[in-house]
């Protein structure tokens, strides 16, 4: 089996069926849905769409990342992806497109494919960077709903649960650093992320920027983390991350980025 969608779910309402017939409208047949329900009680499951492709599980957790967890325990595809109830695929054929892609690599099983992600919450395509480096780490990884990775790299590091809002974060790090899988840009939109989750409210920024601190040193040297530091100073980080989290200056700004990332694609 080619992949492996999984859906961590809890009292999701109607989001739950959203992301589902995305999924099941996608015209690649080979791949399995993982739906991990943390006990819902809201009906949702009750009311879940019903599929021979829908795998499901309710177990009780510790919260989203040991979810997660539980979940890769099920996996029996080559490739795992993980949709958040109200998060889509951008388009139907995205796991057609993305297979084509995992046909021409020579090692399958050390591989992280990413693409961009459109944000419902701005309107806008965020565009990944065709190329994961170092900076790219320390700055703004791919949407983790828009990467697919290869499943042994997701059975042999689990999520962290000490991280509570980076452990997809840490993983990633973990991936390049010490798992060296190679990183294969998809150059199309894998997914349509809601946004306004757990890790985005105001009372968990302080948090975030100290898990941040945490998992890159973690990584990363320290002479590529002053670099990295650096370059932020320099380049006005702050008012560039305002411009790009501004409804009214977020189209623009990503696409002036897109531009940029264009340029540097063979």
């Known amino acids: ?81 993980f949709l958040n109830c109200g998060d889509k695929f951008y388009h139907n054929k995205v796991l057609e497109q993305t297979a084509a892609v995992i046909e021409r690599e020579e090692h399958p099983e050390n591989l992280v494919l990413y693409g961009d992600t459109y944000s419902e919450k701005s309107g806008v395509m965020i565009s990944s960077p065709p190329k994961i480096t170092g900076l790219v780490c320390y700055r703004n990884i791919p949407c983790h709903q828009s990467c697919f990775y290869a499943a042994r790299l997701c059975r042999e590091k689990p999520y962290e649960e000490s991280y509570r809002i980076r452990a997809d974060y840490d993983h990633f790090l973990w991936c390049r650093y010490k798992a060296g899988a190679k990183m294969v840009y998809l150059n199309m939109p894998v997914s349509a992320y809601e946004g306004g989750g757990y890790s985005e409210s105001r009372e968990n920024q302080k948090r975030d920027k100290e898990e941040h601190r945490q998992i890159t040193k973690k990584y990363m040297s320290g002479a590529e983390l002053f670099s990295c530091r650096l370059f932020m100073l320099c380049t006005l980080a702050p008012l560039r991350r305002l411009l790009a989290e501004n409804q009214w200056s977020s189209g623009i700004y990503h696409w002036f980025k897109e531009q940029l990332y264009r340029r540097k694609l063979p």
């Open 1 to 81: 089996m080619k992949f492996s969608i999984i859906v961590v779910c809890l009292n999701p309402g109607e989001k739950l069926n959203q992301t589902l017939d995305s999924i099941l409208d996608q015209t690649f047949a080979d791949y399995e849905i993982i739906v991990k329900d943390g006990k819902s009680g809201d009906g949702s499951i009750e009311r879940m769409r019903r599929d021979r492709r829908i795998r499901f599980f309710s177990e009780e957790d510790r919260g989203i990342y040991d979810a997660m967890n539980q979940a890769v325990s099920h996996v029996q595809g080559d490739f795992v992806l």
